[in-house]
């Protein structure tokens, strides 16, 4: 593996663990057994680790969005079709996050993030969207059940580590979408 790529990796597992305020590029060299100069070398700080990081996480969110549309849009997708993607994009939530769990702090930091968590949360907000209405769902409750689903999306993961729910997790990924799901749910019903 590069040693930018060892760098991101490195950096991903340290941030989601430890957050990133309290890490500095010097911890994260430390951590790879290189030298900050070495680091440095690839990246100019943490800054611009955890940017490109969030474009990773961009880039890959997009792809999933496009995806979960693409499932519901076909003929006959059903309720649990959703239930499918939202675990998908729960599963995204959680390789990255310490995104969620320190949004407010890194916009703070790193300025530049605000516009791109904005940018991500509009895109999630319009595949819900369009995945609701693949669904029939009612228009006037399209809205707010689409913005509860987001919100859910990026912070239920966190809710439930707040809540002291300890599971690995694929069992907190199914328990968050289950969560996510259920006035949906009882929608259909």
């Given at each position: 593996m590069?040693?930018r790529?060892?760098?991101?990796?490195?950096?991903?597992?340290?941030?989601n663990?430890?957050?990133?305020?309290?890490?500095?590029a010097?911890?994260?060299?430390?951590?790879l057994?290189i030298?900050?100069?070495?680091?440095?070398y690839?990246?100019?700080?943490?800054?611009?680790?955890?940017?490109?990081l969030?474009?990773?996480y961009?880039?890959?969110?997009?792809?999933v969005?496009?995806?979960?549309?693409?499932t519901?849009?076909?003929p006959?997708?059903r309720l649990d079709?959703f239930?499918?993607?939202?675990?998908?994009l729960?599963?995204?939530?959680?390789?990255m996050r310490?995104?969620?769990?320190?949004?407010?702090a890194?916009?703070k930091?790193?300025?530049?993030?605000?516009?791109?968590?904005?940018?991500?949360?509009s895109?999630?907000y319009?595949?819900?969207?369009?995945?609701?209405?693949a669904?029939?769902?009612?228009?006037?409750l399209?809205d707010?059940l689409?913005?509860q689903?987001?919100?859910?999306?990026?912070?239920?993961?966190f809710q439930?580590?707040?809540?002291?729910?300890s599971?690995?997790?694929?069992?907190?990924?199914?328990?968050a979408a289950?969560?996510i799901m259920?006035?949906i749910?009882?929608?259909?019903?």
């Open positions: 590069k040693t790529d060892r760098i991101l990796t490195a950096s991903l597992a340290l941030f663990e430890e957050g990133v305020s309290g890490l500095s010097v911890d994260i060299a430390a951590a057994g030298s900050p100069g070495h680091l440095y690839h990246f100019k700080g943490k800054a611009e680790i955890v940017s490109t969030f474009t990773a961009e880039a890959e969110l997009a792809l969005l496009d995806g979960a549309v693409e519901l849009a076909k006959g997708a079709d239930e499918t993607q939202i675990r998908i729960l599963e995204e939530t959680h390789d310490f995104l969620f769990r320190e949004a407010g890194l916009t930091a790193f300025p530049e993030l605000g516009p791109r968590y904005r940018r991500v949360m895109a999630q319009g595949c819900v969207v369009d995945m609701l209405s669904l029939k769902t009612p228009k006037k399209i707010g689409a913005r689903v987001v919100l859910g999306l990026s912070f239920k993961l439930l580590d707040l809540e002291g729910v599971a690995a997790p694929r069992t907190q990924i199914a328990r289950a969560e259920a006035p749910r009882a929608l259909a019903a």
